[in-house]
Nanobody
Framework: QVQLLESGGGLVQAGGSLRLSCTASGTIFSVNAMAWYRQAPGKERELVVGITSDVSTNYADSVKGRFTISRDNAKKTVYLQMNSLSPEDTAVYYC???????????????WGQGTLVTVAS
């Protein structure tokens, strides 16, 4: 079985920083695009930033200049460095990846369970 595991969420003061990590594990053959999404209370889930296998990125306008995504293919891990956090960034952050397995080479979406980020004013 394959899975994504997020870590790094927590409580931080406005203006502070957090670094989220997401690692894929299991019988994974390849990982294509990876992404971070978030969902705030009463809001729809939204894309924060995505990163492709050739490290092309696309950031939501709300986080440009503050958040940075990176990936370590050897570790099958994607990171999200979040700086200058504000209360509006409070949400559950979810990791997403397009992966294939040794037994099924068609790409499928894999989701983590989410990690809560709370930014105090």
């Amino acid at each position: 079985q394959v899975q994504l595991l997020e870590s790094g969420g927590g409580l931080v003061q406005a203006g502070g920083s957090l670094r989220l990590s997401c690692t894929a594990s299991g019988t994974i053959f390849s990982v294509n695009a990876m992404a971070w999404y978030r969902q705030a209370p009463g809001k729809e889930r939204e894309l924060v930033v995505g990163i492709t296998s050739d490290v092309s990125t696309n950031y939501a306008d709300s986080v440009k200049g503050r958040f940075t995504i990176s990936r370590d293919n050897a570790k099958k891990t994607v990171y999200l460095q979040m700086n200058s956090l504000s209360p509006e960034d409070t949400a559950v952050y979810y990791c997403n990846a397009d992966i294939t397995t040794w037994s099924n080479r068609r790409y499928r979406e894999l989701w983590g369970q989410g990690t809560l980020v709370t930014v105090a004013s």
